[in-house]
């Protein structure tokens, strides 16, 4: 009997040790553009929504203070679901289209990149994550601008550019198209 109930407590510890090792939590603070109180109402259930456990966001100094387990959310999925709700976040762009929607007093001045943001974007992204009002061209390899409908993540592009021609670049590896030379990665 003596061996069934220490067999019990070992089976026991070793549950609760790697229970409580899975369920890593986590505090964050995290920049989020906004104004006033319905902007923080919005900005907190979009955090909660997606997965965070506790989110508080300060209207003054633009922060929210979320806190969150790992293995069942992450801090850029938290990110995109603010700015799906139409809030630009420290990574991620809001949708154009739910700022657009947003009431007057919570239209706050946009981040510096996302001032031209718009719902269409190259697919080659060779505009890096310029955005456009309309559809049309990409200036640069001349394919149809596709319509965005998700959150664009802010992080450096791979581009190509030649040695010898400065102003040719590309999204993709190729050749100059002046000289023909190689194009190298842009660092």
């Known amino acids: 009997m ?10 026991f510890s070793l549950f609760s040790i790697s229970t409580s090792t899975a369920q890593t939590a986590k505090t964050e603070t995290i920049k989020v553009w906004g104004n006033c109180g319905m902007c923080k109402t919005t ?12 989110a508080n966001w300060n209207e003054d100094s ?30 991620f762009i809001g949708i154009k289209s739910a700022y657009d929607n947003l009431p007057g007093c919570c239209k706050y001045d946009r981040k510096e990149a996302t001032a031209s943001a718009a719902s269409f974007a190259c697919p080659m992204k060779c505009e890096g994550d310029k955005m456009y009002d309309k559809a049309g061209k ?50």
């Not at 900005?43 to 506790?54: P, R």
């Open 138 to 187: 990409c200036p640069s390899c001349g394919m149809n601008l596709k319509e965005k409908k998700e959150p664009v993540k802010m992080e450096a592009m791979n581009m190509y550019s030649c040695p010898m021609h400065a102003d040719v670049t590309s999204a993709k590896p190729g050749k100059c198209s002046s000289c023909g030379m190689d194009l190298k990665q842009k660092q």
């Open 43 to 54: 900005i907190e259930k979009a955090a909660k929504k997606a997965g965070a456990k506790t």
């Open 62 to 91: 633009k922060e929210l203070k979320v806190s969150y387990t790992e293995n069942k959310t992450s801090s850029a999925k938290i990110q995109e679901a603010i700015a799906k709700s139409g809030y630009d976040t420290q990574d």
């Open 2 to 11: 003596k061996t069934v109930s220490l067999f019990a407590a070992i089976i």
